[in-house]
């Protein structure tokens, strides 16, 4: 499919119009200057890029878009001065900017003035995407070298055409360096997809759907949020108080967060968003853009499996997922909310050598540090780091049959009874219930709970709902110094040393 193919696919008709101007470059090369004369009489195009603005579903948006029949879609130094020139541009006029790279990697004739060039794009890119402005790429077949490595990667959300060979090194290259074929699966979509490296695999008839909602989610604007209303002059006399349930049991809480017809994370989002786009990953982590209450907002939330599927434990790459989705949110100036049901972080030779307890020390440094705001809904099981990681947060709800702790009751019982016997002592001993968390000064609401699933959807929903409008009231300096305060009295008092 050429440049123009695609852009017919995704932009409304008669939208486009064209940002580029004419190139005058001149190249000593007789060889090259043939090279790109046949390339401009055999595309039409004047160099292996088009820039422009459109609208998609009537929103405007700025364009970059490669030719791969322009030689390869390889970047020379006047390729990248127009792409450039076109970020800039779309900078300029606070526009989207979606970029669709198909590229052998920078222009070999060129040289190093050419691969130089990245840092220029890259530059320019990192300034739209710290000015607050959505940056959408589409990586089709192929994406190779530079570009694969500067700004055809740096998307707020990095989407890909099926099958599309993505990566550093081009296979010829690799076996002539190394002496040996590169796998084919290493460089595909696919694979890359399943390592949590691309945000969606997209097929082009269903670009245009996809990027509209996106776009609805990242271009929001929601009304600002109403002032609490004022308390009535004369109070009415006060109702004579219900009797106050007792706290559920821990052990029965453990057992009931583990139903496998428990609300999901996945069921929560669905009910509680006007709009809720899911990202791609077959794991325990579901990444998402979502409008809720009018309101724009990043989504990670642990994703409890269903009742023929084991849960799956939470992997070093999903809590990098985490920070990554924390980072484009405070860029893009959107409120997190994390959703946690965990049995735990993956327990492994592998995960220790990929870092898994590093991930979760740097998830609860960014979670902390965040400055836009931070909703965390303890859903169900909240085992281990895996679980803390993603509780830094402004705010926390949690349903009335959570729960945390730093193991399962069986993992606590195995090691200060040597067996797992004493799993529903220990579960009533260690404060691990929800109620029990306000003590600890973690839950700031706990959401009750009935036999009905949908209750508990239902009330979760609008907690949810009214917390993120609560959060978007405080003033950003209140808020930070609240958190901070917050995380100063996490666990309560100290016990007093008992005497000697």
Same mark, same amino acid.
């Given at each position: 499919m050429t440049a123009r193919q695609l852009l017919d696919r995704l932009v409304d008709p008669g939208s486009l119009h064209s940002w580029d101007e004419p190139i005058t470059a001149e190249y000593a090369d007789a060889g090259y200057r043939?090279?790109?004369?046949?390339?401009?009489?055999?595309?039409?195009?004047?160099?292996?890029?088009?820039?422009?603005?459109?609208l998609l579903d009537g929103?405007?948006?700025?364009?970059?878009?490669?030719?791969?029949?322009?030689?390869?879609?390889? @970047?020379?130094?006047?390729?990248?001065?127009?792409?450039?020139?076109?970020?800039?541009? !779309?900078?300029?006029?606070?526009l989207p900017l979606l970029a669709l790279p198909v590229s052998g990697g920078t222009r070999m004739q060129e040289?190093?003035?050419?691969?130089?060039?990245?840092?220029?794009?890259?530059?320019?890119?990192?300034?739209?995407?710290?000015?607050g402005l959505p940056y959408l790429t589409y990586l089709r077949n192929p994406t190779m070298g530079g570009v694969f490595a500067s700004w055809g990667t740096l998307g707020h959300l990095v989407l890909a055409e099926p099958g599309a060979r993505l990566g550093f090194l081009g296979p010829r290259?690799?076996?002539?360096?190394?002496?040996? /074929?590169?796998?084919?699966a290493v460089q595909r979509a696919e694979t890359l997809a399943a390592h949590g490296?691309?945000?969606?695999?997209?097929?082009?008839?269903?670009?245009?759907?996809?990027?509209?909602?996106?776009?609805?989610?990242?271009?929001?604007?929601?009304?600002?949020?109403?002032?609490? !209303?004022? /308390?009535?002059?004369?109070?009415?006399?006060?109702?004579?108080p219900s009797p106050v349930p007792a706290p559920p049991d821990a052990w029965e809480s453990v057992l009931l967060s583990r139903r496998p017809d428990r609300l999901?994370?996945?069921?929560?989002?669905?009910?509680?968003?006007?709009?809720?786009? /899911?990202? +791609?990953?077959?794991?325990?982590?579901?990444?998402?853009?979502?409008? @809720?209450?009018?309101?724009?907002?990043?989504?990670?939330a642990?994703?409890?499996?269903?009742?023929?599927?084991?849960?799956?434990?939470? $992997?070093?790459? +999903?809590?990098?997922?985490?920070?990554?989705?924390?980072? @484009?949110?405070e860029e893009l100036g959107l409120p997190l909310l994390t959703v946690v049901d965990t049995t735990g972080a993956e327990l492994s030779v592998e995960a220790e050598l990929d870092g898994v307890a590093l991930e979760i020390a740097h998830c609860l440094t960014t979670l902390v540090g965040l400055r836009t705001p931070v909703l965390a809904v303890l859903l169900g099981q909240g085992s281990g780091g895996g679980a803390l990681a993603l509780l830094p947060a402004d705010r926390v709800l949690a349903a009335e049959h959570s729960w945390l702790? /730093?193991?399962?009751?069986?993992?606590?019982?195995? @090691?200060?009874?040597?067996?797992?016997?004493?799993?529903?002592?220990?579960?009533?001993?260690?404060?691990?219930?929800?109620?029990?968390?306000?003590?600890?000064?973690?839950?700031?609401?706990?959401?009750?709970?009935?036999?009905?699933?949908?209750?508990?959807? +239902?009330?979760?929903? $609008?907690?949810?709902?009214?917390?993120?409008?609560?959060?978007?009231?405080?003033?950003a300096p209140e808020r930070l110094a609240a958190r901070a305060a917050r995380n100063r009295r996490l666990g309560g008092p100290a016990s007093p040393l008992p005497p000697h």
């Open positions: 043939d090279a790109l004369a046949r390339a401009r009489e055999r595309t039409g195009l004047d160099e292996a890029v088009t820039t422009g603005r459109a929103r405007p948006i700025a364009l970059v878009a490669c030719e791969f029949a322009f030689l390869g879609g390889s @970047i020379g130094v006047a390729t990248a001065e127009r792409i450039t020139r076109a970020v800039e541009r !779309a900078t300029a006029e606070r040289g190093s003035a050419a691969f130089l060039c990245m840092v220029r794009v890259t530059a320019a890119v990192h300034a739209h995407r710290t000015a290259v690799y076996e002539e360096l190394r002496g040996e /074929p590169l796998p084919p490296r691309l945000d969606a695999i997209v097929p082009p008839e269903r670009l245009r759907t996809f990027l509209s909602r996106a776009l609805t989610v990242l271009t929001a604007r929601p009304a600002p949020a109403p002032a609490p !209303a004022a /308390p009535a002059a004369t109070p009415s006399p006060s109702p004579v999901s994370a996945l069921e929560l989002l669905h009910h509680t968003a006007e709009l809720f786009l /899911p990202l +791609d990953g077959d794991s325990a982590l579901v990444r998402g853009l979502a409008l @809720i209450g009018g309101r724009p907002v990043m989504v990670v642990q994703q409890r499996q269903g009742p023929d599927q084991p849960a799956l434990p939470v $992997t070093a790459a +999903d809590l990098r997922a985490v920070r990554r989705q924390a980072q @484009i949110a702790a /730093p193991l399962p009751p069986e993992g606590a019982s195995a @090691i200060v009874h040597r067996d797992g016997d004493h799993a529903p002592q220990l579960a009533r001993a260690q404060g691990i219930t929800a109620t029990a968390l306000t003590a600890t000064g973690l839950v700031d609401q706990v959401v009750p709970e009935s036999d009905d699933p949908a209750g508990l959807r +239902d009330r979760l929903a $609008t907690a949810v709902t009214t917390a993120l409008a609560e959060l978007a009231r405080l003033p």
